[in-house]
């Protein structure tokens, strides 16, 4: 590939990537969702809505100002759709 189509390439798949942080630690998702509460808020499972399922991962991208959390079998569907099968 001559440097040219190289430089397209590179350039596309910058443009197609999203920059974020995905937090897993249970321990850091009870301290920011019982910050939350203690403010009035309540943060459920961006996918399902449900209050009472506990979240096991808060995705946030910065650049949109958006955060995301999900609870246990909402994580693993969206996991199962990027990667396939999750043992």
């Not at 999900?70 to 990027?82: A, D, H, I, T």
């Amino acid at each position: 590939m001559d440097s040219a189509a190289d430089s397209r390439s590179q350039s596309a798949n910058s443009a197609d990537s999203v920059e974020g942080a995905i937090c897993v630690d249970i321990e850091e998702i009870r301290r920011l969702t019982s910050a939350m509460d203690s403010n009035g808020l309540v943060f459920a499972c961006h996918r399902c809505e449900d209050v009472a399922e506990p979240l096991v991962a808060i995705i946030t991208i910065p650049e949109i100002e958006k955060t995301f959390g999900f609870c246990g079998p909402c994580y693993r569907s969206v996991s199962e759709e990027f990667c396939g099968p999750v043992a």
